[in-house]
Protein backbone atom coordinates (compact mmCIF):
# COMPACT_ATOMS: atom_id res chain seq x y z
CA UNK A 1 0.00 0.00 0.00
CA UNK A 2 2.93 2.10 0.56
CA UNK A 3 4.32 1.84 -2.53
CA UNK A 4 1.31 2.45 -4.18
CA UNK A 5 0.80 5.97 -2.44
CA UNK A 6 4.63 6.65 -3.00
CA UNK A 7 3.81 6.12 -6.51
CA UNK A 8 0.83 8.23 -7.03
CA UNK A 9 2.85 11.42 -4.79
CA UNK A 10 5.79 11.09 -7.37
CA UNK A 11 3.36 10.68 -10.36
CA UNK A 12 1.48 13.96 -8.62
CA UNK A 13 4.57 15.97 -8.45
CA UNK A 14 6.13 14.91 -11.69
CA UNK A 15 2.76 16.59 -13.49
CA UNK A 16 2.75 19.24 -11.28
CA UNK A 17 6.35 20.44 -11.78
CA UNK A 18 5.66 19.55 -15.86
CA UNK A 19 3.39 21.66 -15.54
CA UNK A 20 5.08 24.56 -14.10
CA UNK A 21 7.72 24.46 -16.22
CA UNK A 22 5.72 24.81 -19.49
CA UNK A 23 4.27 28.06 -17.69
CA UNK A 24 7.49 29.81 -16.85
CA UNK A 25 9.12 28.46 -20.63
CA UNK A 26 5.71 30.66 -21.73
CA UNK A 27 6.52 33.50 -19.51
CA UNK A 28 10.35 33.59 -20.62
CA UNK A 29 9.34 33.69 -24.34
CA UNK A 30 7.58 36.86 -23.92
CA UNK A 31 10.08 38.12 -21.69
CA UNK A 32 12.48 37.52 -24.78
CA UNK A 33 9.83 38.90 -26.85
CA UNK A 34 9.81 42.22 -24.81
CA UNK A 35 13.46 42.09 -24.98
CA UNK A 36 13.91 42.17 -28.34
CA UNK A 37 11.36 44.40 -29.45
CA UNK A 38 13.11 47.34 -27.13
CA UNK A 39 16.33 46.33 -28.10
CA UNK A 40 15.69 46.77 -31.76
CA UNK A 41 13.63 50.46 -31.17
CA UNK A 42 16.90 51.77 -28.98
CA UNK A 43 18.82 50.12 -32.20
CA UNK A 44 16.64 52.24 -34.46
CA UNK A 45 14.50 49.72 -35.79
CA UNK A 46 11.20 51.54 -36.11
CA UNK A 47 9.27 48.45 -38.06
CA UNK A 48 10.00 44.87 -37.02
CA UNK A 49 8.31 41.99 -38.80
CA UNK A 50 6.95 39.88 -36.41
CA UNK A 51 7.91 36.71 -37.68
CA UNK A 52 11.77 37.52 -37.44
CA UNK A 53 10.63 38.96 -33.26
CA UNK A 54 9.38 35.30 -32.68
CA UNK A 55 11.90 33.11 -34.13
CA UNK A 56 14.65 34.94 -32.55
CA UNK A 57 12.65 35.06 -28.78
CA UNK A 58 11.95 30.93 -29.88
CA UNK A 59 15.74 30.53 -30.16
CA UNK A 60 16.44 32.40 -27.15
CA UNK A 61 14.13 30.43 -24.98
CA UNK A 62 15.21 27.22 -26.41
CA UNK A 63 18.81 28.15 -25.67
CA UNK A 64 18.31 29.24 -22.43
CA UNK A 65 15.80 26.08 -21.56
CA UNK A 66 18.41 23.72 -23.25
CA UNK A 67 21.60 25.55 -20.89
CA UNK A 68 19.72 25.08 -17.82
CA UNK A 69 18.75 21.67 -18.52
CA UNK A 70 22.22 20.77 -19.36
CA UNK A 71 23.99 22.69 -16.68
CA UNK A 72 26.37 20.74 -14.07
Known amino acids: MRKVVSGITTAGFTIISAALFIVISIVFFFLHVWVIK ?9 VLDGNW ?11 STIAAAVRR
Do not use: C, E
Open 38 to 46: VAAGWAGFT
Open 53 to 63: VVLTAGLLAAA
